[in-house]
């Protein structure tokens, strides 16, 4: 059966088309939660994401750290943002909570970037599924991180449908948290539970 330009498994007793669905966690660690980035309401993603990651199982699930060295204060980043975050191997730099428990519960694969958006090296390509039908993106912080994570994973499956969870990420600032929410939504991103 062809979907989509593509040719798809067909599931013959159901007659269903099996699509292979991803979850990418988007920086869901200490410092964005309540730590030196942390913002009030951020911690109450944590049980609903990791319940997500659950029900997704294992191999479905991916996610992204931000990392930086002891020199961050004088990279591009640290100029414009100078509050240190999110340093390698710090308690800030792991991620929160119960999402961290069910992170290694499926087993997911991490990855760490040292700017907004993952860049996706033959590694990293080498880790990642060679064909996805549907990615949702959750976590932090929605006017940075996942609109970034969104627009890469959109270049890099061309023909995949990008989700974000309205309901599973947040901003500092709920003026850009709504903002960032309509621009990936001008840019194809399907935007559920708004």
């Known amino acids: 059966m062809i979907y989509n330009g593509k040719r798809k498994e067909q599931n013959k007793t159901k007659g269903s088309i099996c699509m292979k669905k991803i979850l990418v966690v988007v920086d869901y660690q200490n410092d964005f939660v309540n730590g030196a980035l942390g913002f009030e309401g951020a911690e109450r ?87 996805v039908d549907e990615i949702e993106l959750v976590g932090l912080v929605s006017n940075i991180c996942v609109l970034s994570n969104a627009v890469i994973f959109q270049t890099y499956y061309p023909g995949a449908t990008i989700i974000v969870d309205a309901s599973l990420t947040a901003s500092f600032d709920p003026i850009l948290n709504q903002k960032a929410l309509d621009v990936m939504e001008g840019l194809q991103v399907k935007v559920i539970n708004r």
């Open 45 to 131: 993603l944590d049980e609903a994401i990791a319940k997500k990651i659950r029900e997704h199982g294992e191999g479905n699930v991916f996610f992204t750290r931000d990392t930086h060295e002891e020199n961050y204060l004088y990279t591009r980043e640290g100029r414009n943002l100078p509050v240190e975050h999110c340093v390698k191997y710090t308690n800030g730099w792991e991620v929160y909570g119960e999402t961290k428990v069910a992170l290694d519960e499926v087993g997911a694969q991490g990855f760490n970037k040292e700017s907004f958006g993952l860049s996706i090296t033959h590694e990293i390509a080498n880790k990642l599924p060679k064909s």
